[in-house]
């Protein structure tokens, strides 16, 4: 119905009533429309009124019931952490601004069957009532509860020598002016009487309406009481307890609604709706259960308003809203997209990625030149340069002292990463990257002008060190910065990062081998700078993650910057989960030892395992040793670097192939495929060799054709190495782990990298030498075991909120024995902190 000029009530048809809706809506200016959800409004829709109202430009929506800047962050802060039935263990109860026995017939039942059994002690603040159990009177207001927190109150000491002190908080509470200080005092008495432990959550919030846990859980929280006094659109759903002397006399209201209290009368349009006994809803009791109301069918009356207004909401039935807040659901779908910012900050960071890549393209190309084995490795250039046709090709560059100048570098980077994840986790993902960067360009320096082989060695230690701090941080980073939707993608960039180094460094390989002054090689280690001084600058000027801002306790400024890398203000979800892992993580004093808990096995077992795998693709042998291993297949010493050349390049571009289908086509995929396609090549590439140099490695007149097709199907191999284990090795353990043990985890996935690229790389050449073609078959061999475990093991994370990852492993059908479940981690007790 619609108001006329008289002031009378017409019947008119939905889609006049909704258009003339429409039309007001947009000609008012957005922070001028309100929406007020009703004390008995389902979850549904109040999600519905949220979207709609944040789609026209306003966040000034919220629940009756709920005051002002009420604290939503934290769900444990505003349901009861006992559970009704948990009453029943406490020997003290404080009851703050709530009366029971009138607001909650079983909650009152449960305390005075424990009073009644155990003389548990109960105190009561508030105006004086009747109870049906004996009980103390303390006082009316907040100066009796701030003498509890202060200890001059009798009641301080019976808190205090309680088992299980229970508080029970009245939710009128949210509507006062002074709720933050009392929530402060409630604080204090919590932390002194140990309220809150890990084995006891005794602080409860006992909502008094239908619609408050829900609105809380969607924040549907008022950010301002003042925007009802200055808003030139009110919708009101179901909401008949404002105060309608707020509203200004010029206002539009609608109201939306079923029984027609005080509120009609001021409505300027009447849209009907069903009552709860008549629709599908979803409702949360103060316990923050779910219960749903059926049966009839829903309304959509918001769905139907937002088609008419030209901004359609994305769901056309409660199954679909449900889906839209994901109620028992994996799945999230916070607001965002892919910012300018966002990806800006995430090039930057992936910097960190150049120095690792730039390390390993030159390693091997400088120990392929012969000036630089003459000056610090004579004695593998006198055998190189000695050998006969008839000696073992395979052989000619096996040195201990030569490919420990090559895997030195992981020993420091395993070190480092394990101090880094102290450091990122206290001080932020940023100055570890620009630490890594300091110690990187402090190697490059000494390795260019190196003079005695122990420069090289403390240089490459440095450099490990500056490795090792970047690849701890630099994925974790990337992966919080990054919208979920965008993740895969973003992170892979770190990937790409690798491999452009690689790339970068062979064809500075191949131009400084040329140098007739033989000093090619000292450039090819000191422009190792330039990334490092890249990478240093650029962190400079990165923000902090929101994550990382949460954890160091500086929530306000990490939903700014929440806000500015998602490009809304929407982000009230987001922040709320962040926060919630945030406390979470708290709650773990020692996360290294913490990984080993049955409930991180799974974590754990990943961290171990792709890395392990990752280097047993036998893809870092190909990159650090491209130039030895093509020399020794029979290609010049320029021409060796040439080929080498031209593997990082189609590395490059086949990584370019990963960021575009990741977020697409899934992690699990790209693992397998690029599996079989390693398997394949390595076995063509083995028997190409096999049949050519045979077991005595004298391969004769290599023809052209020859030398051609092993590189087509090395550039096969890389290709499939680069869109599945070589982005996806970074990229999986960075999101998988919970915020609590993620520094951890990501230094022991860093560590297992370093360490297993270390062992390869230390003992390739004496495999080569001893193990011969048949050392491409062991590295096939390793590629089917892991595409089983990936198979088997690894769930799908593709499109899951990082927050949200921990719901993948519970829904696993062997990881979900050691997790534990959403339900259970929601009974761990709440920091003090966040009482």
């Avoid at 939710?171 to 002074?178: N, Q, S």
């Avoid at 432990?197 to 008094?208: K, Q, T």
């Avoid at 008549?278 to 749903?292: A, D, L, R, V």
């Avoid at 990334?531 to 993650?545: K, T, V």
Wanted: aromatic share 10%; net charge neutral.
């Amino acid at each position: 119905m619609i108001r006329g000029p008289d002031g009378r009530f017409k019947s008119v048809s939905w889609r006049d009533a909704l258009a003339v809706v429409a039309e007001v809506a947009h000609k008012v200016e957005p922070e001028e429309i309100v929406g007020i959800a009703g004390k008995l409004s389902d979850a549904e829709s109040m999600i519905a009124l949220k979207d709609f109202v944040n789609k026209m430009g306003s966040n000034n929506v919220w629940c009756e019931g709920i005051g002002e800047n009420t604290s939503a962050y934290l769900r444990l802060g505003y349901i009861m952490n006992t559970s009704i039935a948990g009453l029943e263990n406490a020997d003290v109860f404080l009851l703050v601004g709530t009366q029971p026995r009138v607001e909650a017939a079983m909650v009152n039942a449960r305390i005075r069957k424990t009073v009644r059994a155990t003389q548990a002690k109960v105190g009561y603040i508030g105006p004086a009532t009747d109870f049906n159990y004996d009980h103390q009177h303390l006082g009316t207001g907040p100066q009796t509860l701030l003498e509890i927190a202060e200890g001059h109150h009798p009641f301080s000491k019976t808190i205090s020598n309680a088992k299980n002190p229970v508080i029970i908080v009245g939710a009128g509470i949210f509507e006062r002016k002074d709720q933050d200080a009392i929530f402060a005092a409630i604080e204090t008495i919590a932390k002194q009487g140990k309220v809150v432990r890990p084995d006891w959550n005794g602080l409860d919030v006992l909502l008094l309406h239908a619609a408050q846990a829900a609105a809380l859980d969607l924040g549907l929280v008022p950010q301002s009481e003042k925007s009802l006094e200055s808003a030139k659109f009110i919708y009101l759903m179901g909401a008949d307890d404002i105060n309608l002397d707020k509203i200004q006399a010029d206002s539009f209201v609608v109201y939306q609604g079923h029984h027609g209290d005080k509120s009609v009368y001021r409505a300027n349009i009447i849209l009907p709706a069903a009552a709860f006994s008549e629709k599908e809803g979803t409702y949360e009791n103060t316990e923050g259960c779910t219960q749903q109301t059926l049966p009839a069918v829903p309304t959509v009356i918001i769905r139907a308003l937002s088609e008419v207004s030209g901004i359609d909401l994305p769901y056309d039935s409660v199954g679909a809203v449900r889906a839209r807040i994901k109620i028992g659901s994996s799945e999230k779908n916070y607001p965002g997209k892919l910012t300018f910012r966002v990806f800006i900050t995430c090039v930057t960071a992936a910097f960190g990625g150049l120095i690792f890549g730039y390390d390993l393209g030159i390693s091997g190309g400088v120990t392929s030149m012969d000036p630089f084995l003459k000056k610090f490795f004579p004695d593998v250039y006198a055998k190189e340069h000695n050998i006969k046709p008839t000696d073992n090709q395979y052989c000619k560059f096996d040195s201990q002292v030569l490919t420990l100048f090559t895997s030195s570098l992981y020993l420091a980077a395993l070190v480092a990463s394990i101090f880094a994840s102290k450091v990122t986790r206290a001080f932020g993902r940023r100055l570890t990257m620009i630490s890594g960067g300091v110690l990187f360009l402090a190697g490059a320096a000494l390795n260019g002008f190196a003079q005695q082989v122990w420069m090289l060695i403390v240089g490459r230690m440095l450099l490990g060190f500056g490795i090792g701090c970047a690849n701890q941080s630099v994925p974790i980073y990337v992966s919080e910065v990054a919208p979920y939707k965008y993740r895969g993608a973003l992170n892979m960039l770190f990937q790409l990062a690798i491999t452009i180094g690689i790339f970068v460094a062979n064809i500075l390989n191949y131009l400084f081998a040329k140098m007739e002054n033989g000093e090619g090689w000292r450039y090819s280690l000191g422009l190792a700078g330039v990334p490092a001084i890249m990478i240093i600058i650029g962190a400079m000027f990165l923000p902090d993650s929101p994550n990382s801002l949460i954890e160091r306790g500086q929530a306000e400024k990490a939903k700014k910057e929440l806000i500015k890398i998602r490009g809304t203000n929407d982000v009230d979800e987001e922040f709320k989960d962040l926060v919630a892992a945030s406390e979470a993580s708290k709650q773990v004093k020692h996360p290294w030892s913490s990984l080993f808990k049955s409930e991180y096995r799974p974590h754990l077992t990943m961290a171990i395992a792709i890395p392990f795998f990752q280097q047993l693709t036998g893809m870092n042998v190909i990159t650090f040793y491209a130039p030895v291993l093509f020399k020794t297949i029979g290609f010049g010493g320029t021409a060796s670097l040439m080929s080498a050349m031209i593997t990082g390049g189609c590395n490059a571009l086949a990584t370019l192939v990963s960021i575009f289908t990741v977020d697409k086509v899934g992690r699990r995929k790209l693992f397998l495929e690029g599996g079989a396609q390693m398997f394949i090549c390595q076995l063509v590439i083995a028997a190409a060799i096999g049949s050519k140099f045979g077991t005595d490695g004298n391969p004769g007149v290599l023809p052209k054709w020859f030398a051609s097709t092993v590189v087509v199907f090395i550039c096969i191999y890389v290709a499939g190495f680069a869109w599945s284990w070589g982005p996806l090795g970074w990229l999986v353990p960075s999101e998988i782990f919970p915020l609590e043990v993620r520094s951890a985890a990501q230094s022991v996935n860093v560590s297992v990298n370093m360490i297993f690229t270390f062992a390869i790389a230390q003992v390739f050449t004496a495999m080569l030498c001893h193990m011969k073609f048949g050392l491409f078959i062991f590295f096939a061999f390793f590629v089917i075991v892991m595409s089983i475990f990936i198979h088997k093991f690894l769930p799908e994370t593709k499109g899951v909120p990082i927050e949200e990852i921990s719901l993948v492993w519970e829904n696993h059908p062997y990881w979900n024995k050691f997790v534990k479940s959403s339900a259970q981690k929601n009974k761990i007790a709440a920091p003090d902190s966040q009482v």
